[in-house]
């Protein structure tokens, strides 16, 4: 009995602790830039020793993954709940907004979700991927037959599709808001303004424009 006591505290300890260095790896994003992060950064943050983050997390893409997952449920979870209160009264308008609604306070999701596939996902085993990969799946059909609830127009099957085509419009509109440095002089030169865009409006647009071209082919 003592024995299974102390196994439980220990546990509560671990994940104490493992919060504690997600939520770090979290609060420096939202300061800074991924690449310029570091392991020993979040460890200091997190008022644990470097080498403990990686009994954790045996590589900065896994934390950051794991960091993803949270930012992700809780982006879900609000998505979730917004189309339910909109079930059967949605237009392919009144979804943009919706769904927009859903981001507008969340630029470091965004940003996050732009080096999902080509950061975050190349550093990580098997097991982790897989672990990451079932989440988003489980989500995205959830979310997704509630998108189907929220537009008529979508059938039974379809609207976990639509939101996979959501989502990559997202992380296309993103990385093409997030020039670098060198560009975004180059984009002060006469001409050049339609390469400067601002993610808000773009996906929008873009978002109503995807809706509306399903509901005409649907």
């Known amino acids: ?24 790896a979290w609060q420096l994003f939202q300061q800074s830039s991924y690449q ?69 306070r969340r630029g470091a999701l965004v940003a996050l979700l732009a080096i999902l596939h080509t950061v975050l996902e190349q550093n990580v085993d098997f097991d982790t991927a897989l672990r990451f990969k079932r989440m988003l799946l489980d989500r995205i059909t959830r979310t997704g037959a509630l998108l189907e609830g929220c537009l008529p127009f979508l059938q039974p099957g379809q609207g976990p599709a639509a ?33 400067d865009i601002s993610f808000g409006p773009t996906f929008a647009a873009a978002l109503v424009a995807l809706l509306r071209g399903l509901k005409h082919e649907l």
């Open 36 to 104: 310029a992060i570091t392991m020993a950064e979040v460890a200091e943050r997190a008022g644990i020793a470097k080498g403990t983050v990686y009994l954790y997390f045996k590589t900065k893409e896994e934390l950051f993954l794991v960091v993803q997952e949270q930012q992700f449920q809780d982006w879900f979870d609000d998505l979730d709940q917004r189309l339910g209160e909109a079930r059967g009264q949605g237009t392919p308008e009144r979804a943009a907004d919706l769904i927009c609604g859903t981001l507008d």
């Open 1 to 24: 009995m003592i024995d299974r006591k102390r196994r439980a505290i220990g546990d509560e300890q671990k994940q104490r602790r493992r919060q504690a260095m997600i939520d770090a």
């Open 163 to 195: 939101l996979l085509q959501i989502y990559a419009l997202i992380i296309g509109v993103e990385h093409i808001a997030q020039a670098a440095p060198i560009v975004r002089q180059v984009l002060r030169e006469p001409g050049m303004q339609i390469f």
